[in-house]
């Protein structure tokens, strides 16, 4: 059965500061996604990594992935306070996004 | 395009109650999938389906949940004999097939 980890769970951070959220996942996969989730919201895509060493980048944030290693990351780069929310990465094990596992979530709080 | 459309929003039940949870996908997607989100936890798979079609039922509790998605209409989850541990956040999404997810707003169950 395939797990999803993400580490940490919560995240206190400063405005202006560097931070990464980690997922690691237990079984084979090439498609990882990540999820962002504001407070009674619903859940918005951020980035689809398809493949080995993929790095994608959207504004102060990037994600990477590492299939080998079966590990992503998300890093935040001189966080700013709209970034405070939940963020989720969720693995497809099948390779045809049927059934996404996700992680617990981290929720960040980023302070002034 | 309106995107992926659930009502409810919001949906409060009595113990043995029923719950019905409607979801209408994006134009053009005959993929929809429904999801569960515990407090403070991370989505859960519960069902595929197709049109006419559950592709995959593995998320779902053996008893008092079922779900359709009619050739006409929307696709319903249907909670019978709502109990306290059925509160919960109900997501579907929807997807041309095999190419990602749009995620609609969601349905809060509260069982009182």
């Known amino acids: 059965e395939l797990k999803v980890e993400q580490n940490p769970l919560f995240l206190s951070m400063q405005e202006g500061k560097n931070y990464t959220i980690y997922c690691n996942y237990s079984t084979t996969s090439d498609r990882l996604y990540w999820y962002r989730q504001d407070p009674g919201k619903s859940l918005e895509s951020l980035f689809v990594l398809l493949s080995n060493g993929a790095v994608k980048q959207e504004g102060r944030l990037m994600a990477s992935l590492d299939t080998k290693a079966r590990l992503s990351t998300l890093h935040i780069t001189a966080a700013v306070h709209d970034l405070s929310a939940t963020y989720f990465c969720a693995v497809d094990p099948q390779g045809g996004s049927e059934k996404l596992v996700f992680g617990k979530g981290t929720k960040l709080t980023v302070n002034p | ?112």
């Open chain 2, 1 to 112: 395009n309106a995107g992926v459309m659930q009502n409810p929003r919001h949906l409060v039940r009595r113990r043995g109650q029923e719950a019905r949870l409607r979801c209408s996908p994006m134009k053009g997607h005959s993929h929809v999938y429904w999801y569960r989100q515990l407090p403070e936890e991370g989505l859960k798979f519960m069902v595929y389906l197709q049109k006419e079609n559950i592709i995959d039922e593995s998320g779902m509790p053996k008893e008092r949940f079922s779900a359709e998605f009619p050739k006409e209409g929307p696709s319903i989850l249907r909670i019978q004999q709502v109990v306290r541990g059925d509160s919960a956040a109900y997501f579907c999404a929807s997807s041309p097939g095999r190419t990602g997810y749009t995620f609609g707003s969601g349905t809060r169950l509260t069982v009182v």
